[in-house]
DNA sequence: TTATCATATGAACATTTAATCATATGTTCA
DNA sequence: TGAACATATGATTAAATGTTCATATGATAA
């Protein structure tokens, strides 16, 4: 863990160890991609931005449900949202969490 | 994607929808990732293969904690297993496990 | 064989978490 | 203004999850 002892330098390893509440913040970015449901929202908003209803009709599930792991995901900076009129859309913040997801389906495909 | 045009667009997916089986893995593996125990065993044994016992120790947690985690990484296929008389060493499975703690790291140090 | 060490595992408990229901907030339009 | 619509949120409940304790399994050496 996040040892700051200078005098224990027999640390050989070539990947340093981050700071415990680094690991932290890490384990809990994967366990925002570690629910199906929110897994699906990501799949579905991917390519085009959607409105929360239509996001919640894509996947056959409540509104409500949809709406609070919308909210896990932005609180997470992992999606985008526009206001139009009295609809809501949601898209996927960037790249980055294309690529975390490839990486994912990579391993579970191989 | 990321269309803020909302006049009549197609909705041409690139990326299709993965089967919603493996889906659900997709889910699970990042589900494992998602313990900071077991982000913490990862690094731990990121560069060095090592026994149950000195991953304990360094992380300062009980054997069968660890134990317990470790049994979760190999049931998903994320560490290598070898034994030597009474111990067992421990390793990453391969460095598909490091790249997916890297993106999300980098996510995280953003 | 038996004692000892290293690891794995089952059960119990506490905590976290996702889905649902009901309702609140916020927007548009008549 | 008020009705209708889209989304967000709080409370509740059920299920999943991580840690601990006690013990089992497996390996080594005397």
New binding site residues.
């Given amino acids: 863990m996040n040892i700051t002892n200078p005098t224990a330098d027999i640390n050989k390893s070539n990947h340093e160890m981050p700071d415990l509440e680094v690991l932290f913040d890490l384990a809990d970015l994967f366990?925002v991609f570690?629910?199906?449901?929110r897994i699906r929202i990501m799949f579905t908003i991917s390519d085009n931005e959607m409105?929360?209803?239509?996001i919640a009709d894509s996947l056959n599930?409540?509104?409500?449900?949809i709406?609070?792991?919308?909210?896990?995901l932005r609180q997470n900076k992992l999606v985008r949202?526009r206001?139009e009129?009295?609809?809501?859309?949601y898209s996927l913040d960037d790249d980055h969490v294309k690529r975390i997801i490839e990486m994912g389906l990579d391993h579970v495909l191989e």
Avoid: W
Avoid at 67 to 72: A, D, E, P, Y
Avoid at 85 to 89: A, D, F, N
């Fill in positions: 366990k570690g629910d199906s449901t409105s929360v209803q239509s599930m409540e509104q409500s449900t709406s609070h792991q919308l909210r896990v949202v206001r009129g009295k609809q809501i859309y």
